[in-house]
């Protein structure tokens, strides 16, 4: 069995162990409840089956006398029952106790059921004054074989569900996996991008080294490409560690007030680095709107929106950021979503153009980053006029 399990795939051993987990889950309610139903019912029936011996002792205790009393116990050997009188006596039987377990009677007085015939009896006890010890013999087979089919009918309908939850378990595991795997793809690729840029200028500048023709020029070139791609490295690592404590719910945010016509102007020039394009990006701020936030999260926020723009956007047009009191927006003026897709862009791992390569997560992110600041963001687009992703602070 170890080694089964050491050989089925990692997919294959969470769909086994999701359908375990449902089946033991399932067997356990199906046990619980059958208890439950059992002593609600042997309550009631013991209830039903003494009422009226009650009754008819109350009745011989408001007139005390020994002929009330031999009634009493006439009343009671009409039953299918057993009287064990408290002095040790010989015990006392009902014609039908005496006719059918006359053998059995000492072995079964302290039992609490009775098997005989193909039939089950529940023995119910009762005690009285002057009388003691009553045995009342109750036949629970119509009970016990509609419960054995109710069980039955149980294990059949959990086997089908179990059926149900393994296929159920198999396709979300094999598309969680499939996700995961289309998103360490993506992953290495933005990551391994930067990493080629800087590696081939570095091989660059050696060769040129080593034909002694360096110049300032190459070497500011060189610094530029290193540090551009650096700054895309740190922030994918930065956008992961987001993510993961995004999903973890541990993302804390320590808030703090700031100018945002001044911030969004820093923003916009260190959008620089990822814009290749030449893209001409405008802006145009409200001034003295004053915001809270923090610092790392907005600018991941900010910066995935714009280089989803830029990604987007054909060469040399323009992308337009606007901002007043209550919100802002970027706008690029070629993209185009389709409304259709247009709900399925916050899915972490929806791609809008397979034909693209870019990080997936970003809009994602955003969604996250806006509810945790309790912001509302919209993305409204049209053909040939372009999309735009506005953020609502109020």
């Known amino acids: 069995m170890k080694k089964f399990c050491l050989n089925l795939k990692t997919s294959d051993k969470i ?22 139903y059992f002593f609600a019912w042997y309550s009631d029936q013991k209830s039903e089956s003494m009422y009226d011996m009650d009754i008819n002792y109350d009745m011989y205790n408001a007139q005390k006398s020994d002929n009330n009393l031999e009634a009493f116990k006439e009343y009671i050997l009409r039953k299918d ?9 010989e015990l006392i039987c009902s014609n039908w106790v005496e006719t059918r377990i006359h053998s059995d009677v000492e072995k079964i007085k302290d039992q609490l059921f009775y098997n005989n015939w193909e039939k089950i009896f529940f023995i119910f006890t009762q005690y009285y004054d002057d009388i003691w010890e009553v045995k009342v013999f109750f036949d629970t087979t119509p009970y016990v074989k509609s419960q054995l089919l109710i069980i ?8 089908f569900l179990i059926i149900i939850y393994y296929f159920i378990a198999r396709i979300m595991t094999k598309k969680a996996f499939k996700n995961m795997r289309q998103f360490t793809t993506d992953v290495s690729h933005e990551f391994k991008t930067p990493l080629m840029v800087i590696d081939s200028q570095i091989d660059l500048y050696n ?3 080593e034909k002694k023709k360096i110049s300032w020029n190459d070497t500011k070139l ?13 922030n994918l690592l930065e956008t992961f560690l987001l993510l993961s404590r995004i999903e973890d719910n541990l993302q804390c945010l320590n808030k703090q007030e700031i100018d945002f016509e001044k911030y969004i ?11 290749d394009k030449n893209l001409k990006i405008t802006y145009k701020i409200f001034k003295n709107t004053k915001l809270r936030i923090e610092n790392n999260t907005f600018n991941i926020l900010f910066e995935n929106i714009l280089s989803n723009a830029i990604k987007f956007s054909k060469l040399w047009w323009k992308i337009e950021i606007w901002s007043n009191k209550t919100s802002f927006w970027i706008k690029d003026n070629w993209v185009w979503i389709e409304k259709a897709k247009l709900k399925k862009i916050w899915k972490k791992f929806y791609k809008n153009d397979t034909n693209k ?12 980053l806006c509810e945790l600041y309790n912001w509302k963001i919209e993305v409204k687009s049209e053909p040939w006029k372009g999309t735009v992703f506005i953020i609502k602070f109020k």
């Not at 029952?81 to 006596?89: A, H, R, V």
């Not at 060189?222 to 740190?234: A, G, M």
């Not at 102007?265 to 814009?275: A, D, F, G």
């Open 15 to 36: 769909t086994f162990l999701f359908t375990a987990f449902n089946f033991i889950s399932l067997v356990i309610l199906l046990v619980w409840v059958n208890i439950i």
């Open 81 to 89: 029952t057993l009287i064990i009188p408290k002095d040790g006596g």
């Open 152 to 159: 039955k009918i149980s294990i059949i309908i959990i086997l």
């Open 207 to 209: 060769k040129k080294l």
């Open 222 to 234: 060189l610094l530029i490409k290193v540090k551009e791609n650096t700054y895309k490295l740190n």
């Open 265 to 275: 102007k820093i923003l916009v020039s260190s959008s620089v680095s990822i814009n």
């Open 357 to 368: 390569e870019w990080f997936w997560v970003g809009l994602f992110i955003v969604k996250r």
